[in-house]
């Protein structure tokens, strides 16, 4: 059974560029987290996703960020116009359809690099 | 704003101590998570207490949930070099399946 899979693992992009970071959950799991690790920092939550459904984003900077989880295919997060300070490690999370407990299992992340 | 506080930060011992670490917040949490995260990797999730008063071992680990639900703790026992890592816990913040993560415990276990 595969674990949640994320790609890239690494992603370099210019200032300016945009960042598309895809994340497919575990198999039989119908909610996607996403979460930022800042260096040297802990995790932050960013936004909370069902199929066709964002339920939470409230952990999202207002600007440039946007997520999507459809109906077919992984969910992505999506920057715009990225800047130095969006370089951080993306961690994607799942968990299955009523699931109660807080449980959700993380992804190997994306490692973005702003140069 | 619910918070978590890990401690201690950082923690270095030998091989075969016994350590304990801290998770504590004044906030209640429907449920509570403790991962372990290597460098470049994921949390891996070890265990999740839900009752207050909880207490569930695996192998030499010991996890403890707070009876107010604010507080659990992660006992190692007699540490193994393969114990290393980032120790972190997260609070469910009930109902929104959001976790709330504490800094983190960056444990060293020295053969």
């Known amino acids: 059974n595969a674990g949640v899979m994320q790609n890239p693992r690494h992603l370099v992009r210019r200032r300016g560029q945009e960042a598309r970071l895809r994340c497919s959950p575990m198999k039989g799991h119908s909610h996607v987290y996403w979460y930022r690790q800042l260096p040297e920092e802990g995790l932050k939550f960013m936004v909370y996703?069902?199929?066709?459904?964002?339920?939470?984003e409230s952990g999202m900077p207002k600007e440039r960020f946007s997520a999507e989880f459809p109906k077919e295919g992984p969910s992505i997060l999506r920057i715009q116009q990225v800047v130095r300070g969006d370089s951080a490690a993306y961690f994607c999370?799942?968990?299955?359809?009523?699931?109660?407990?807080?449980?959700?299992?993380f992804g190997p992340g994306t490692r973005l690099t702003v140069t | 704003t619910q918070l978590l506080e890990q401690s201690p930060q950082f923690l270095s011992i030998q091989e075969g101590e016994n350590l304990t670490v801290y998770c504590n917040s004044s906030s209640v949490f429907s449920s509570l998570q403790w991962y372990r995260q290597e460098p470049g990797e994921g949390p891996v999730l070890l265990v999740t207490v839900v009752t207050g008063g909880e207490v569930k071992k695996l192998k030499r680990l010991t996890f403890q949930f707070g009876d107010a639900r604010k507080d659990s703790s992660l006992h190692i026992t007699a540490a193994q070099p393969g114990d290393t890592g980032l120790y972190l816990c997260a609070g469910d913040v009930g109902g929104y399946n959001k976790l709330i993560f504490g800094a983190g415990t960056r444990l060293a276990v020295h053969p």
């Open positions: 999370a799942s968990s299955p359809q009523g699931a109660s407990k807080g449980e959700q299992y």
């Open positions: 996703l069902q199929k066709e459904n964002i339920i939470d």
